[in-house]
């Protein structure tokens, strides 16, 4: 069974603090993507790896920063955590040369930003 | 600028009853569009593609119309297990040998189906 894992559900850092938050895939997808999803604003897309090493900014990479070292793995970095991040970041995964492209998405980090 | 657009709702309906609510997208060059399903507190799951010629899932029915620029979702016979959210996404080309650029969601109809 497809799986996309993140490392932690609920998260509470302070302002300053370097946040990272992991995630994790079993399907040996080469795409991974990460997405804040905020009320009235949907989903949104912070950052997207389609290899090993290779990462493209999304629409608001802003404060973010991202570490693909290895395939399964695709890491959101928050040098300086702020308030206004305070959100649901969802990871998700899709296999790379098909025009079905269905991303799988983990279970979501719900972080909070004191 | 892409846009994706959305009515938010909620759209409140009966059990049983038919619901459909569509989605607009205002890259004409858009070629890849899907129907997620997203549950109160839950990650979103692809519910169907939607192809040009339309196609059909069960009490799900998809279509696009490319003219006018929009998909459609239609959920016949509609069950209390349907009352989600239901997210598009549109992506501007094939998708193949990586690349984001343009892959859009739209923020989602509320569908709360009432017994």
């Known amino acids: 069974d497809v799986k996309v894992t993140q490392s932690s559900r609920y998260l509470v850092k302070r302002t300053g603090e370097k946040v990272f938050l992991e995630c994790v895939q079993d399907?040996?997808?080469?795409?991974m993507f990460w997405y804040r999803q905020d009320p009235g604003l949907g989903l949104r897309l912070i950052y997207f790896?389609?290899?090993?090493?290779?990462?493209e900014k999304g629409d608001i990479p802003e404060g973010y920063s991202v570490s693909r070292e290895k395939k399964e793995r695709f890491s959101l970095i928050l040098e300086s955590a702020s308030t206004n991040q305070t959100s649901m970041y969802l990871c998700?995964?899709?296999?790379?040369?098909?025009?079905?492209?269905?991303?799988?998405f983990g279970p979501g980090t719900r972080l909070t930003v004191l | 600028r892409k846009e994706v657009e959305q009515d938010p709702g909620p759209f409140n309906v009966p059990e049983g009853a038919t619901v459909a609510f569509n989605c607009t997208y205002s890259?004409?060059?858009?070629?890849?569009f899907f129907w997620y399903r997203q549950d109160c507190r839950k990650e979103p799951k692809l519910l169907m593609s939607?192809?040009?010629s339309g196609n059909e899932d069960g009490r799900f029915t998809a279509q696009l119309n490319r003219a006018s620029q929009y998909i459609s979702l239609l959920i016949r016979d509609s069950k209390l297990s349907d009352s989600a959210t239901y997210l598009c996404?549109?992506?501007?080309?094939?998708?193949?040998?990586?690349?984001?650029?343009?892959?859009?969601f739209g923020k989602g109809t509320h569908l709360i189906i009432q017994p």
């Open positions: 890259n004409s060059a858009s070629q890849s």
């Open positions: 399907m040996d997808h080469e795409n």
């Open positions: 939607v192809y040009s």
């Open positions: 996404v549109v992506i501007p080309s094939a998708y193949s040998g990586g690349g984001a650029d343009g892959l859009t």
């Open positions: 998700a995964s899709s296999q790379d040369g098909s025009s079905y492209n269905e991303q799988f």
């Open positions: 790896s389609y290899d090993v090493k290779m990462k």
